[in-house]
C-alpha cells in the first residue's frame, strides 16, 4: 500500500497522465522505476497496486487529467446505425457527448434502438472519466457483430445523462451521425 500526500501528477505526450511518488514512499516490494521528469521520485505500475484512489474516489484505468472535460448535452442531431442491411438506430432524441480532443459522440436511448437484435456481451471497459463500459454484440441476419455498441449503466456523475443509452462503433456498423459545423478536432 502507498498513502501520499506528495504525489505528482506527471503528464506525457501521447499518454494519459501517470502518478509519481518520493521515492522514500514506495514500500520495496512495489516494483517501481525513476520519473525522469521527477527527479527523487518513481512510478509504480498501474497494476502493480490492486485498487488506487485519489482522495476517497476510486481511480479506474489511470489518473485523471485535470484539463480534460466531458459534457453530455440532449442534442436534436440525428443518428441512424444500420447493419448488413438492418436498421439499428434511426432516432434525432439523443445525447451528444462532447469529450476533449475527440469527435462528439451520440447516444440512444434503449426504446429507440432495436434491443431484440442486440445481446450484452462480457466485455468490460473502464474510463477514468465516464466509468465502467458494457458492450453490445448484434446478430442481424444470421451474422454475429462482436461489441458493435457499449452503454455506461452507471457513470461517473457527469456522465449521468447518458446513463444505460447506447452508442456505437463505425468501425463495426454503418453509423451516421450529424456533428456540428462549429466543432473541429485539434
Given at each position: 500500500?502507498?498513502?501520499?500526500?506528495?504525489v505528482?501528477?506527471?503528464?506525457?505526450?501521447?499518454?494519459?497522465?501517470?502518478y509519481?511518488?518520493?521515492?522514500?514512499?514506495?514500500?520495496?516490494?512495489?516494483?517501481?522505476?525513476a520519473?525522469?521528469?521527477?527527479?527523487?521520485?518513481?512510478?509504480?505500475?498501474?497494476?502493480?497496486?490492486?485498487?488506487?484512489?485519489?482522495?476517497?474516489?476510486?481511480?479506474?484505468?489511470?489518473?485523471?487529467?485535470?484539463?480534460?472535460?466531458?459534457?453530455?448535452?440532449?442534442?436534436?442531431?440525428?443518428?441512424?446505425?444500420?447493419?448488413?442491411?438492418?436498421?439499428?438506430?434511426d432516432?434525432?432524441?439523443?445525447?451528444?457527448?462532447?469529450?476533449?480532443?475527440?469527435?462528439?459522440?451520440?447516444?440512444?436511448?434503449r426504446?429507440?434502438?432495436?434491443?431484440?437484435?442486440?445481446?450484452?456481451?462480457?466485455t468490460?471497459?473502464?474510463?477514468?472519466?465516464?466509468?465502467?463500459?458494457?458492450?453490445?454484440?448484434?446478430?442481424?441476419?444470421?451474422?454475429?457483430?462482436?461489441?458493435?455498441?457499449?452503454?455506461?449503466?452507471?457513470?461517473?456523475?457527469e456522465?449521468?445523462?447518458?446513463?444505460?443509452?447506447?452508442?456505437?462503433?463505425?468501425?463495426?456498423?454503418?453509423?451516421?451521425?450529424?456533428?456540428?459545423?462549429?466543432?473541429?478536432?485539434?
Open positions: 500500500m502507498i498513502d501520499c500526500e506528495r505528482l501528477l506527471v503528464h506525457r505526450s501521447g499518454q494519459p497522465p501517470a509519481a511518488f518520493p521515492e522514500g514512499d514506495v514500500p520495496d516490494d512495489l516494483l517501481h522505476a520519473e525522469p521528469s521527477a527527479p527523487g521520485h518513481v512510478r509504480v505500475p498501474w497494476d502493480a497496486v490492486g485498487d488506487w484512489y485519489e482522495e476517497e474516489e476510486r481511480v479506474l484505468g489511470h489518473p485523471r487529467n485535470p484539463y480534460h472535460r466531458i459534457d453530455c448535452l440532449q442534442v436534436r442531431r440525428r443518428l441512424r446505425v444500420e447493419l448488413h442491411g438492418v436498421v439499428l438506430v432516432t434525432a432524441d439523443v445525447v451528444g457527448m462532447y469529450e476533449t480532443s475527440r469527435l462528439p459522440q451520440l447516444y440512444a436511448s426504446q429507440a434502438t432495436r434491443m431484440d437484435l442486440l445481446a450484452a456481451s462480457d468490460v471497459t473502464y474510463c477514468p472519466y465516464k466509468g465502467a463500459a458494457t458492450y453490445w454484440t448484434a446478430q442481424v441476419r444470421g451474422r454475429v457483430v462482436e461489441d458493435v455498441a457499449w452503454s455506461y449503466d452507471d457513470p461517473l456523475p456522465c449521468a445523462a447518458v446513463a444505460g443509452m447506447l452508442s456505437f462503433d463505425p468501425a463495426r456498423a454503418e453509423v451516421v451521425q450529424e456533428v456540428p459545423t462549429w466543432f473541429a478536432v485539434p
